[in-house]
């Protein structure tokens, strides 16, 4: 089970222990870039990329010291990488449109790309829909609202703040091994 609390790797990172960092990183960033890929429909190149640049502004913020709840760093972190693909995104989309806006047909490239999005899309709710009511009701609420405070799913979903949390890792631990497989078939 993918651990929920990554609270060690800001010790590590401020106190200059690159081993242990090390390690932590290589546990915490793949599920960042499956969670790009899989929620956010990234590619694999775009998921390495934006995760690398969310992860060095978040480690900015961890050597001035500004990270204040140690115990939410991996949800500040998935909030950063998000924040970093729609950047990337709005980004990519100014240079797209000036190249769209002088053909209106679709290139083979992207009609290649449609089907993988229109596949992702079909993976991932397929995986949702092993999901129990519960868990996609929780899961698909953030990813319709992704800013969804944890106070405001606890109350929402009459469960703990801590329990919001844990689920929602637990879920989409769920879903990110789901989507693998099913996207190796």
């Known amino acids: 089970m993918p651990r929920v609390d990554y609270s060690e790797l800001v010790d590590a990172l401020q106190d200059g222990d690159e081993s242990r960092a090390g390690e932590l990183l290589e546990e915490v960033i793949p599920r960042l870039e499956d969670y790009l890929q899989v929620v956010m429909g990234a590619d694999p190149r775009t998921a390495k990329e934006c995760v690398h640049q969310a992860f060095l502004d978040v480690f900015e913020q961890i050597r001035k010291n500004n990270i204040r709840e140690e115990k939410y760093i991996f949800s500040y972190l998935i909030k950063a990488c998000r924040h970093e693909y729609f950047r990337y995104k709005k980004h990519q989309h100014r240079f797209l449109y000036e ?87």
């Open 99 to 185: 190249e769209d806006s002088a053909e209106d047909t679709i290139q083979p490239a992207m009609q290649i790309e449609n089907l993988l999005d229109k596949e992702r899309e079909k993976i991932l709710k397929e995986c949702l829909d092993e999901l129990d009511k519960k868990s996609r009701d929780l899961i698909t609420h953030f990813m319709k609202e992704p800013d969804t405070t944890t106070k405001e799913a606890s109350a929402l979903f009459n469960i703990s703040e801590a329990n919001v949390r844990t689920r929602k890792s637990r879920i989409t631990s769920q879903l990110h091994e789901c989507y693998k497989k099913k996207s190796m078939q």
